[in-house]
């Protein structure tokens, strides 16, 4: 979303609430800053901003420092209070293109409205809350769960759907039309897009390009927010905590855009610690270990399923992905099949424990798991609809 407007008061600025707090969105070269400060009603921010929030710094610059160029600079990304939530408020984000951007105040706050969802979505009378607005699902690979649960979402909240199921094939991308091109395109048809795309980085050059809110629904092996987001809200539905919990990510942790996703919130939690169950072909990069010890997160890397099973709150199994190998089948040939979930590992599991899975899955995990009531993968995929009714009506109307 390209830089567009200022919102200010004859001061210069406008404030609001009690807490002075900032939010600085990192997205390309711009600057995305909300503040907040004390004994007033008002706010102000900057929108339209290009770069993605991942740093927290501890305190916002005085206000009236605001040059005639408007060089507002924050050092603030910390949520001090609930009024940032309060109904009617912008959305912190103005688009969700990676997991770094939610700290655990925005993580709670979100799985409060995807509760509040769970009950419209129980309503046969359904909501009207996005009525006239227009969804466009931009997908370059193939999707079941993450597009229909999106285009659910949106018509459940009395919006409308623009879709391109294959969008790598049977769009002008086909003739050689540029990334940055078709989402001009499509921006102009449609208040939203959710876009997944085969390279990673993708996201963040249609949220470069575009001035409407970008959805990262998967970029290659790069990152998968909102599946992170749903797997996060289920292990707190299903395990009722997210602090001190054990979590083992097994598969394929190479190409796993889930796993990546959900390493770096789960490094959002206190006294987790994360185990690494892979083949040797496929093991999680160092970019996510790197990341997990610069936040004091525990983790290890293990070739033992059955241990690691025994000792863990979760059990997030993947697929290996034959797509990510290209030509080396005798890699993937290696890879799969080495760690399957089955009545074994059930029986070593702790009776509180869950297994968990992004799907679709092949053989990783045997049918006979799916009756075992710690099998939580088919409420996972359904929690995905709730959690993505939040973020559409988040990102287009606020809180």
């Not at 501890?58 to 309060?86: G, M, P, T, Y």
């Not at 969700?96 to 995807?114: C, G, H, K, N, T």
């Not at 997908?139 to 009395?158: D, N």
């Amino acid at each position: 979303m390209a830089a567009s407007s200022l919102l200010f008061s004859s001061q210069g600025i406008m404030s609001f609430h009690k807490t002075t707090t900032c939010y600085k969105d990192f997205r390309s070269s711009y600057l995305h800053v909300v503040c907040k400060q004390s004994g007033h009603s008002n706010f102000t921010y900057l929108t339209r901003s290009r770069l993605l929030p991942n740093e927290t710094i501890s305190k916002c610059e005085q206000a009236a420092k605001l040059s005639q160029k408007n060089d507002f600079l924050c050092r603030a990304l910390k949520i001090e209070n609930s009024s940032s939530f309060s109904t009617g408020k912008k959305f912190q984000l103005d688009d969700v293109i990676e997991a770094q951007q939610f700290d655990r105040d925005i993580l709670s706050a979100i799985f409060e409205v995807a509760r509040g969802m769970e009950k419209i979505e129980k309503n046969s009378l359904g909501s009207q809350i996005l009525k006239g607005y227009l969804m466009a699902t931009l997908f370059y690979e193939p999707s079941t769960r993450t597009r229909l649960s999106f285009e659910s979402a949106m018509k459940r909240l009395g919006g409308e759907v623009l879709t391109t199921e294959n969008a790598r094939e049977f769009s002008s991308a086909a003739k050689g039309e540029t990334l940055e091109d078709s989402i001009r395109t499509v921006e102009g048809y449609s208040d939203i897009i959710v876009m997944r795309h085969f390279e990673s980085g993708a996201a963040k050059r249609a949220a470069a390009t575009a001035a409407i809110p970008i959805i990262n629904a998967g970029d290659g092996p790069g990152q998968h927010p909102t599946q992170a987001l749903l797997d996060v809200y289920t292990i707190e539905r299903e395990i009722g905590k997210l602090d001190g919990i054990k979590v083992a990510l097994v598969g394929d942790l190479a190409n796993g855009r889930t796993v990546r996703s959900l390493a770096y919130l789960l490094a959002r939690y206190n006294d987790v610690k994360i185990y690494f169950v892979s083949p040797d072909a496929v093991k999680m990069k160092d970019d996510i270990k790197d990341y997990l010890t610069s936040k004091k997160v525990e983790w290890e890397e293990s070739g033992d399923l059955m241990e690691v099973a025994s000792k863990c709150d979760v059990l997030y199994q993947t697929r290996i992905q034959r797509e990510r190998f290209g030509e080396r089948i005798d890699l993937y040939e290696e890879a799969r099949g080495k760690y399957i979930v089955d009545h074994h590992v059930l029986d070593v599991m702790q009776k509180h424990a869950v297994v968990m899975h992004p799907l679709p899955r092949l053989d990783e995990i045997t049918v006979d798991v799916d009756g075992d009531p710690r099998a939580a993968y088919f409420r996972q995929a359904k929690n995905g609809l709730y959690i993505r009714m939040a973020l559409l009506k988040l990102l287009l109307v606020g809180w």
